[in-house]
């Protein structure tokens, strides 16, 4: 039994099964609204991508999570920036494996 968690109900539950997303109460899957928009294209705006950068800079700070949302907030300005190569879809699937490593305490477990 060592490794294990005991769950809310007194079962045993190895956690990781667990999708930090469900427990967020986030739906996984992508809108075909959403799916639709990664196919447009975003127009170059300067003034977007340097706002979404400075935002970034300001919430970075010493804690893992600051850092997520600063990494977040830089990679959406990306959308905005001609010489990236990205969409939405991309950024989501990207957040959400992060989401996934962190839940399971890192990229070596």
């Known amino acids: 039994m060592s490794g294990e968690k005991s ?3 007194g079962d045993d539950t190895s956690g990781d099964d667990a999708d930090p ?3 967020a109460g986030i739906d996984p899957v992508v809108p075909e609204a959403a799916a639709d ?3 447009e294209s975003f127009a170059e705006d300067d003034e977007v991508r340097e706002f979404l950068r400075e935002i ?3 919430v970075r700070g010493d804690s893992s ?6 990494a977040i907030l830089y990679r959406v300005s990306d959308l905005y920036d001609p010489d990236e190569q990205t969409s ?3 950024i989501y699937l990207n957040v959400r494996h992060i989401m996934r490593i962190k839940a399971q305490g890192g990229i070596e477990r």
Not at 65 to 70: D, G, H, K, M, V
């Open 7 to 9: 769950g809310p109900d």
């Open 21 to 23: 997303l469900d427990a």
């Open 37 to 39: 928009a990664a196919d």
């Open 56 to 58: 970034a800079a300001d």
């Open 65 to 70: 999570e600051s850092r997520q949302l600063s």
């Open 88 to 90: 939405p879809e991309e």
